[in-house]
């Protein structure tokens, strides 16, 4: 049973806080102990936790350090730990991917950005012996069934990197519920984009089994 997964990516605006923060509150609501450790500098998630809605009371918790995967495994036991890293090479990002039971690895369907993901990803999924990382690629910012969403899928698998059948769309509602402190699933539960979010946690959980907290 999984229980630590790190979100993370080395290219900016892939969505890395977005699905941290919408995969924690869906298990959330859903009466799991779901933690995010928010290890990124820009405390992108710690900001979401000060507004109106605080995240529905998902508990955060702020260390950007080379220490942060530390933190992450003495919670681990209180149920899903999601830690959001910086989204650059560092210690600290390389030491919470060490440290998961699962990586996700944001990308968004961009043509112009697929080049560079594909060169950085080995290096981010290669353990230190050579092992590969247990992780899934998810596809953020898609049009749905669009040519360029399929390409880049293709062009992932093809190069040998697993993803998630479920995307995040490119809805505005993300970024209407981020304005509250929330996420959709908050926001408006029946929605799209809500059963979006339900879906990706739903085939993660099958993949890794997250534990429901006793």
């Given at each position: 049973m999984r229980q630590i997964i790190t979100v993370a990516t080395m290219k900016g605006g892939s969505g890395k806080s977005t699905l941290a923060?919408?995969?924690?509150?869906?298990w959330h609501l859903c009466g799991r102990s779901s933690t995010i450790i928010d290890a990124d500098p820009q405390r992108s998630i710690a900001r979401l936790a000060a507004r109106e809605k605080a995240l529905g009371g998902v508990k955060v918790v702020e260390d950007a350090t080379e220490n942060a995967w530390k933190t992450a495994r003495n919670l681990a036991s209180t149920g899903p730990i999601i830690i959001d890293t910086p989204g650059f090479r560092s210690l600290a990002t390389l030491a919470c991917i060490a440290a998961a039971d699962f990586l996700l690895v944001p990308v968004k369907a961009s043509p112009l950005d697929i080049d560079r993901m594909l060169d950085t990803l080995n290096s981010l999924l290669e353990g230190d012996e050579?092992?590969?990382?247990?992780?899934?690629?998810?596809?953020t910012?898609?049009?749905?069934d669009s040519v360029i969403a399929k390409q880049?899928?293709?062009?992932?698998?093809?190069?040998?990197f697993p993803?998630?059948?479920?995307?995040?769309t490119n809805r505005v509602g993300y970024a209407e519920a981020a304005l509250w402190g929330a996420t959709p699933s908050l926001i408006e539960p029946a929605g799209t984009a809500a059963r979006e979010i339900a879906a990706i946690a739903d085939e993660?959980?099958?993949i890794v089994g997250i534990r429901?907290?006793?």
């Amino acid at each position: 049973m999984r229980q630590i997964i790190t979100v993370a990516t080395m290219k900016g605006g892939s969505g890395k806080s977005t699905l941290a923060s919408c995969l924690a509150v869906h298990w959330h609501l859903c009466g799991r102990s779901s933690t995010i450790i928010d290890a990124d500098p820009q405390r992108s998630i710690a900001r979401l936790a000060a507004r109106e809605k605080a995240l529905g009371g998902v508990k955060v918790v702020e260390d950007a350090t080379e220490n942060a995967w530390k933190t992450a495994r003495n919670l681990a036991s209180t149920g899903p730990i999601i830690i959001d890293t910086p989204g650059f090479r560092s210690l600290a990002t390389l030491a919470c991917i060490a440290a998961a039971d699962f990586l996700l690895v944001p990308v968004k369907a961009s043509p112009l950005d697929i080049d560079r993901m594909l060169d950085t990803l080995n290096s981010l999924l290669e353990g230190d012996e050579g092992e590969r990382r247990f992780f899934r690629c998810v596809l953020t910012q898609t049009t749905r069934d669009s040519v360029i969403a399929k390409q880049i899928r293709a062009e992932l698998i093809e190069a040998g990197f697993p993803v998630l059948k479920n995307e995040m769309t490119n809805r505005v509602g993300y970024a209407e519920a981020a304005l509250w402190g929330a996420t959709p699933s908050l926001i408006e539960p029946a929605g799209t984009a809500a059963r979006e979010i339900a879906a990706i946690a739903d085939e993660v959980d099958s993949i890794v089994g997250i534990r429901q907290a006793a």
